[in-house]
Every structure is written in structure tokens, then in C-alpha cells.
């Protein structure tokens, strides 16, 4: 689907594997730092076979979203429920946790590594994540 999205569409979006339908042990794997970098690895081949490298702008939805001030107790928090390591969920482009400042510099470094220039995050994120989108205003 990668390599289809690559040739035809203008936004390409990386997403974990949902075949189960919930977040679980399937979809968390598909959600690891290097599962996102081999995804966008196939974008990339794709999208230079197609001649489209500068065509493409790319999306990823986050599933793992908290705006705080307290980093290491929401990561141990959130990783415990979810059954994976903190290192794990704080290293997945599908996490955004951190002070305002924290999450802006992953923004900006995910853009930098990844090519992400879309990111979206549920609605129950978006009042908590309003101060995120004014730090990375203009941009």
C-alpha cells in the first residue's frame, strides 16, 4: 500500500498495523522506532522510481499523545499499560509525550528525519495540544 501511496498520492501517511481492529502486542510492534523507518524507507524507494521525491508530503497519526511536564512518570505510566518499555513508546514517532518544548523538538526532528510535515492527534488530545501547535507557529 506504501509503494502504491508513493506513485499516486500527494500525502502519504504511516500507520501501525490495525488488523486486529485494538492497539495491542500486533499493532505495537508495527509502531516501533524502526518499524517507522523501514515504512518510510519504502516510501522513499518508491517515490524516487516514480520520480516523485519531491512530491510527497508525509502524515502519521499518533496514537500516544500527553502534554506534560512530567515526561518519565507518563512514559513509565503509559508504556506499563500498554506492555512495552518506556525507551520503546518515548523512541515511536506514534508518541508524543513531554513539556510543550519536548514534543515541538520531536516535531521538528521527526519532520527532519522522517519527512513528517502532517501529524494528527485524536480529539481528546487537541485543547491539551493546542500550546504545541503556538511553539511550532511559523516553523
Request: proline share 2%; aromatic share 6%.
Amino acid at each position: 500500500m506504501l509503494s502504491i501511496a508513493a506513485r499516486e498520492a500527494d500525502i502519504v501517511g504511516v500507520n501501525g498495523t490495525l488488523g486486529s481492529g485494538v492497539i495491542g502486542a500486533e499493532a505495537l510492534a508495527t509502531m516501533s522506532e524502526q518499524a517507522v523507518v523501514d515504512k518510510v524507507a519504502i516510501v522513499a524507494e518508491a517515490a524516487a522510481a516514480a520520480g516523485r521525491v519531491d512530491h510527497i508530503e508525509m502524515h502519521i497519526r499518533t496514537f500516544f499523545v500527553d502534554v506534560t511536564d512530567e515526561r518519565d512518570r507518563s512514559l513509565a505510566e503509559m508504556a506499563e499499560f500498554i506492555g512495552v518499555e518506556p525507551a520503546m513508546l518515548a523512541a515511536s514517532p506514534f508518541a508524543l509525550i513531554g513539556s510543550v518544548a519536548q514534543i515541538a523538538d520531536d516535531l521538528r526532528e521527526r519532520r527532519e528525519r522522517f519527512g513528517f510535515s502532517f501529524v494528527t492527534v485524536s480529539a481528546t488530545d487537541i485543547e491539551a495540544f493546542a500550546p504545541v501547535v503556538a511553539e511550532l507557529a511559523g516553523t
